[in-house]
Nanobody, 120 residues
């Protein structure tokens, strides 16, 4: 499956962005979708995941209540709605897909990143 992330940009602290991750090649409903981010000089960080049918989600503690995952399997797209953004959310954001539920970075398929920059 090929993944294409988009929607990043520059936003002021307190603002919102919605990232999209569009899949092609395979039906997205077969996969758990994860979101990761990597800030300069830091290791890649697991932001969270959403299960195949959206029944289960998991969020990094620091984004709980601010970030929301959703997916539209008919459109083969998953979304990351980010509200109340903080400067520390600045990072390259990546979507990833795996047939199994995973909370680590060992996802099988990865999209390219999309940059999110939050100014103070």
């Amino acid at each position: 499956v090929q993944l294409q992330a988009s929607g990043g940009g520059l936003v002021q602290a307190g603002g919102s962005l919605r990232l999209s991750c569009a899949a092609s090649g395979r039906t997205l409903s077969m996969f758990v979708m994860g979101w990761f981010r990597q800030a300069p000089g830091k290791e890649r960080e697991f932001v969270g995941a959403i299960s195949w049918g959206s029944r289960a989600t998991r969020y990094l503690d620091s984004v709980k209540g601010r970030f929301t995952f959703s997916r539209d399997n008919d459109k083969n797209t998953v979304y990351l709605q980010m509200n109340s953004l903080k400067p520390e959310d600045t990072a390259e954001y990546y979507c990833a897909a795996d047939p199994r539920w995973k909370l680590t970075a060992e996802y099988e398929y990865w999209g390219q990143g999309t940059q999110v920059t939050v100014s103070s």
